[in-house]
C-alpha cells in the first residue's frame, strides 16, 4: 500500500458485517483492521436460537467456529483482525453506549489509522449500540477521515437508511454520498472475486440467514461523515 493511501478501521458490530458491508474495498487496502465489537463468549456456556440455526451446540463453539471463519474471511483480504471482549445480545450482557465508546476510542487512538468506517446502525439492537458508540467518539477523533458504511441486508430495508441519515443530521453530523480513496491497480472484477471468497468463509453465518444473502453482492455504499461546528447553537436557534 502506498504511504498515500488511507490506512482503514472499520469497525464491525460482528464477524461477519465488515466483509459484508465493505469486502471490495477491503480488497484494495491490504493491511487494514477490522474491528469486530462483539466478539466475546460468555462466561457460562448457553444455546441462542441464533447459534443453534447456524449448527452450532452452544456460544462457546460459536465463538470459537466464528473467529475462525473470520480470520479465513479477512486473510483472503489482507486484512488485520482486532477483536474487543463485549458480548453480543443474544448473550444477555451488552456493554453501555459509554462503556463502548470508551473502549472504542482507545482501540482507534491505539491503531495507525487515518479513515474510520462504522456501521449505520440498521435494524439490529447490536448495530444500533456501535452506531451510538461511534457517535460518541467522532467529534473527539474529528481530526480522522470519517465514513459509514451500509450494512448489507439490512439495507433493503424499507426507510431504514433514509431514517438513520435524518437521525444523523440531528446529532450533528452530516452524511454525503462517497467512496473512501481506494488503489485503482485493483479492478472490479478481481475486487468482486475478492469480496465473494471472503464471504462464502462465513458459512455458519450464511447457512442460518433465512431469506438468503444476495444483497451482499450488490454494489457498497459509502457516506462521508462530518461534525457540524456550532450544532448545539444552530439547534436552539432553530427551536426558539
Excluded at 465489537?37 to 451446540?57: L, Y
Excluded at 439495507?155 to 440531528?170: F, S, T, Y
Excluded at 454494489?219 to 461523515?225: D, F, G, T, V
Amino acid at each position: 500500500m502506498s504511504e498515500t493511501s488511507p490506512r482503514l478501521f472499520i469497525v464491525s458490530p460482528h464477524f461477519d458485517d465488515a466483509v459484508f458491508g465493505c469486502g471490495a474495498l477491503l480488497a484494495t487496502h491490504p493491511d487494514a483492521a477490522v474491528c469486530t465489537v462483539f466478539a466475546g463468549a460468555p462466561e457460562h456456556d448457553m444455546s441462542t436460537p441464533w447459534d443453534k440455526q447456524s449448527g452450532f451446540s452452544g456460544a462457546h463453539e460459536a465463538i470459537r467456529m466464528r473467529a475462525g471463519e473470520d480470520d479465513r474471511a479477512l486473510e483472503v483480504l489482507d486484512a488485520i483482525p482486532v477483536r474487543m471482549p463485549f458480548l453480543d445480545a443474544q448473550y444477555l450482557n451488552s456493554p453501555t453506549v459509554s462503556t463502548l465508546a470508551a473502549a472504542l476510542e482507545e482501540v482507534i487512538y491505539g491503531s495507525t489509522a487515518n479513515t474510520l468506517l462504522m456501521p449505520l446502525g440498521l435494524f439490529h439492537s447490536d448495530h444500533a449500540l456501535v452506531f451510538e458508540a461511534c457517535c460518541e467518539v467522532l467529534p473527539r477523533l474529528a481530526h480522522l477521515s470519517w465514513f459509514a458504511y451500509e450494512e448489507a441486508i439490512y439495507r433493503r430495508l424499507p426507510g431504514l437508511v433514509q431514517e438513520r441519515l435524518a437521525d444523523l443530521l440531528e446529532r450533528g453530523i452530516t452524511a454525503t454520498p462517497a467512496h473512501p480513496a481506494h488503489d485503482h491497480t485493483l479492478d472490479a472484477s478481481r475486487q468482486a472475486f475478492a469480496k465473494r471468497e471472503a464471504v462464502h468463509a462465513y458459512e455458519s453465518q450464511l447457512r442460518a440467514l433465512p431469506n438468503g444473502y444476495d444483497d451482499v453482492f450488490a454494489p457498497e455504499r459509502y457516506w462521508q461523515l462530518d461534525a457540524v461546528r456550532d450544532h448545539g447553537k444552530r439547534a436552539k436557534k432553530a427551536a426558539s
